[in-house]
């Protein structure tokens, strides 16, 4: 035995070591610095190159910030102030441009007497999102949260409240179809619930309207589309995007989910599909080729087109989160669903879905951020996004010309403090729903 | 299914395409399948009433007529006399061209900020960390935009390279050994020379230089014999127990033969000079290519970052103390151990980040980088007015390419996955 010791290890001690003084105590700042910036040779050697990247930007951008100019006129001007102020040859930003066209940064062209319509949208957006978001908040509050896409489009572009009030009722009428009649039979609800609607819509509104805006012309002043930009615009296709392509996306993800083969097959080539391209062609679909698509002299706004896309691009993305938490759930739920007699849809209503969006909220946030940060895209159909389109007309003004940094540090701010609250927020969601049951 | 049996047999019934769960799911197939054909068939319907009216027709004939424009970057011969599909053509390549270099670029940035995010030093991983937020938070474009802004802006012309016989001096100076020069116009890199070139083989689609398939046959040669190194060496230990030492012998395997080839060719690298107002010599990269690629790299490269540090988080500590409970060292453990089970997590978001980046590729048209889109979705669809065709098929070549991609990304999923039960 202790031969072989012998041969497959190199070294055992068989005396006691001398007994040692205890180490000093280390405390405080020294030992914090030890342990995290000087532990090693290599560690200290990251930390040196650390503080050498630090540095190389302090000294390179803080002067430019410190030289920044507030109020001018032009850039011309601001180059005179920096000059006179820090002398020849200093460089320093010229944030007058965003002091004076910031309210273009944020709403492009919109009418400045109209501010507060996309304002109120905007909080009004809170207050629809907080009880999805927010559990502890009263079901109550969801009333809003449904009426408010149709109230943000009335008080956006403005125009007759009557087509969005008939829209509303047609929602209304539908759903109390289904209320009344789907206690009898499911399809015939179903059924009622979407042809008499359509038929509301095709039909009826027309007169309806005509009539009730000769009576009672309530209204907001219009705004058309090519007033919009921004941060209003990018807010606006995303937001809506997303609102619109989530019905659509929990469609998809069940239909990918379905044991009917075609239903399946329609689903992943669909899916598939719209994952497969960028969304920079499909905003050329929209841009060019929707009006082929559509019966002929159909023309409508190119938001709408837009939105359109962006909606069934953001479906894909967001039915494959969903059938991420389709698939996180456990089988059981499934197995006793069908145990307790529900049908497909009560089964899906009551027990599979309820747990699976939860599961997939953070995901679906991330979706949306992404989202958001694509719909700056749009500037390569024509419209005016805040990073590129409004920039660009900024600086067509001569006054303007030559100012890059300052947009790109305004514009990317707002979007890394809007894309960096939700990302935390989706950190905080993953960690209050982590629930392992074991 | 035993109520079924129980039921009395009173034939078919109409009703039961609704109510009988045999039929109902035939039912519903059916009439999704007629709701969908019909709208393709509206949309179809559509899109011919809409050609008929404006007197166009369906056909891809343009794709064989005389293009009749240049392309800044061609990797394969072309000139305007080429027509749309070889402008095409050209396009598709530089788009795979800036998506390889972007992604390999990304994967070395992305794997280094990734695990320098984890290292226990506070101030690198506060900074990595800032990194990433900034990056992941803002939209690509911008990061493009800044790049192209940093080139064409903050860089001197090439003429400030000149030295100033008044001063002694040059305005700008070169980097990285006088090799790589930032202009605004391009930027200068040193290109590889040889000497003993043993020429082309033309081929109809471009021409195969013999120098750069002679290396890659010595690299592939050594690569092989470097595996069956590696797979004898395994041998011995299984046998024995004992490793034989390879790292040498694997370093000169694949290093050698290559060098050797490359040194008989006589191949160097020649630097680019300034002759008269611009650089030669070397190669001239336009400055689309560089924004595009760098700021497609630094982007993704912070989502990779992420990725990386996920993976080798989810490796729990178990696995870690239990190889140094085997006795494995620190090395070992990485490569054995921690390692390939951090891979299997790792490599499908990495290859859908992939994904992503040739899909960002398309931002090109932002610096005006003549990608798929610049010629076929570009110059050929504005001069040939041919935009449902133009755009279909560039969207099926996308659609090709990740649809490619995705394949070998199942197919590694299925190799590497546990075989459980």
Redesign the interface.
């Known amino acids: 035995m202790s031969e072989t010791h012998a041969q497959s290890t190199a070294f055992v001690r068989d005396t006691m070591l001398p007994q040692m003084e205890p180490p000093n105590q280390q405390s405080g700042a020294v030992k914090w610095l030890r342990e995290n910036l000087f532990a090693g040779w290599f560690n200290t050697v990251l930390t040196l190159l650390g503080l050498a990247v630090v540095y190389w930007l302090v000294t390179h951008f803080y002067p430019w910030f410190r030289h920044g100019v507030w109020s001018a006129n032009s850039m011309a001007e601001c180059r005179t102030i920096i000059a006179e102020r820090w002398g020849e040859g200093a460089s320093g930003a010229c944030w007058a441009v965003i002091n004076e066209r910031w309210h273009q940064f944020l709403f492009g062209f919109y009418p400045p007497e109209l501010y507060w319509r996309p304002i109120a949208v905007f909080l009004g957006l809170f207050l629809a999102v907080a009880p999805v978001l927010f559990t502890q908040l009263p079901r109550q509050m969801l009333i809003f949260s449904l009426a408010f896409p149709l109230l943000a489009i009335w008080l956006l572009w403005g125009g007759s409240v009557w087509p969005i009030a008939m829209i509303a009722v047609g929602f209304g009428l539908g759903f109390a179809l289904i209320k009344t009649l789907g206690g009898q039979s499911v399809l015939l609800g179903m059924a009622a619930g979407i042809v008499v609607p359509v038929l509301f819509w095709l039909y009826a509104v027309g007169p309806i309207d005509a009539v009730l805006t000769q009576a009672l012309p309530i209204g907001l002043e219009p705004v058309a589309s090519d007033r919009f930009g921004g941060f209003l615009l990018a807010i606006t296709i995303g937001a809506g995007g997303i609102a619109l392509s989530l019905p659509l996306g929990i469609i998809l993800a069940l239909g990918r989910q379905s044991d009917m083969f075609l239903i399946k097959s329609f689903s992943v080539m669909f899916i598939e599909f719209i994952r497969g391209v960028p969304l920079i062609t499909l905003l050329f679909v929209a841009s060019l080729l929707l009006n082929y698509f559509l019966p002929p002299g159909t023309n409508f706004d190119i938001i709408l087109r837009v939105m359109i896309l962006v909606t069934l691009f953001a479906a894909a993305y967001i039915a494959e989160v969903i059938r991420g938490g389709l698939a996180a759930l456990p089988r059981g739920q499934y197995e006793a669903a069908d145990a307790l007699g529900l049908d497909y849809w009560r089964a899906q209503r009551l027990i599979i879905l309820p747990q699976a969006l939860k599961i997939s909220i953070p995901g679906i946030v991330s979706t949306f951020i992404g989202m958001f940060k694509d719909t700056t895209l749009v500037t390569f159909v024509g419209l005016f996004d805040p990073l590129k389109g409004i920039p660009d007309f900024i600086r067509a003004d001569f006054a303007w010309k030559g100012t890059y940094w300052e947009h790109f540090i305004f514009v990317g701010a707002i979007f890394f403090i809007l894309n960096f609250s939700m990302s935390r927020y989706a950190m905080y969601l993953e960690r209050k729903l982590k629930r392992d049951h074991r | 299914m035993t109520s079924a049996t129980d039921a009395p047999d009173r034939g078919f019934r109409l009703s039961q395409l ?1 109510y009988d769960t045999r039929y109902r ?1 035939l039912t ?2 059916i009439f ?2 007629c709701i ?1 054909m019909a709208g393709a068939a509206w ?1 179809v319907d ?2 011919i ?3 008929n ?1 404006l007197g166009k027709d369906f056909n891809f004939s343009f794709l064989s007529n005389r293009a009749g424009y240049d392309i800044g970057q061609q990797l394969i011969p072309y000139t305007n006399d080429n027509t749309h599909a070889r402008a095409m053509l050209v396009g598709l390549i530089n788009t795979l061209w800036v998506s390889i270099l972007g992604c390999a670029a990304a994967t070395v940035l992305g794997v280094i900020i990734g695990v ?1 995010r984890l ?6 991983g506060r ?1 990595m960390t800032a990194y990433v ?2 990056f ?7 990061w493009i ?2 790049c192209i ?1 940093l080139l064409t ?1 903050a860089t001197p012309g090439p003429n400030a390279y000149k030295i100033n016989p008044a001063t002694g001096e040059a305005g700008a100076s070169m980097i990285l050994f006088d090799s790589v020069a930032f202009t605004n116009r391009y930027t200068a890199i040193p290109a590889v020379q040889f000497e003993r070139s043993l020429g082309a083989i033309d081929t109809a689609l471009m021409p195969i230089s013999l120098n750069f398939l002679a290396l890659a046959l010595a690299l592939i040669g050594s690569i092989w014999v470097n595996r069956r190194l590696v797979a004898g060496a395994n041998r011995v230990q299984e046998a024995t127990g004992v490793r034989p030492v390879t790292w040498w012998k694997s370093l000169l395997i694949l290093f050698v033969p290559v060098l050797a080839v490359f040194v008989a060719l006589g191949g160097h690298l020649v630097a680019p000079t300034l002759k008269g107002f611009n650089f030669t010599g070397g190669t001239n990269v336009s400055n689309a290519f560089v924004a595009l690629w760098a700021g497609l790299t630094l982007y993704t490269a912070a989502f990779i970052a992420e990725i990386v540090r996920a993976g080798i988080l989810a490796i729990s500590k178990g696995q870690t103390e239990a190889a140094f409970a085997l006795g494995l060292r620190p090395n070992r453990t990485m490569r054995l151990v921690i390692l390939p089970q951090a891979l299997r997590v790792i490599v499908p978001p990495l290859i859908s980040q992939y994904l992503n980046l040739t ?2 590729s ?2 090109a ?2 610096v005006g980088y003549m990608d798929l ?1 610049g010629t076929l ?1 570009g110059i050929t669809l504005n001069q040939t007015g041919r ?2 065709e133009a ?1 279909l098929l ?2 099926l070549i ?2 090709a ?3 490619t991609i ?1 394949g070998l990304m199942n197919v590694f999923n299925s190799r590497v996955k546990l075989k459980e039960r």
């Not at chain 2, 992941?136 to 911008?142: A, K, S």
């Open positions: 609704i799911s519903i197939q999704v399948f969908v949309l559509n899109t009433q809409n050609l009216q320098l290292s226990k030093n506070w101030l690198v900074l937020e900034m992941r938070n803002i939209p690509v474009l911008l935009l800044v802004a802006e899909k960002n398309s931002l048209i932002a889109r979705g935009e449902l755009i560039m969207m996308y659609l390419i990740s649809l995705s």
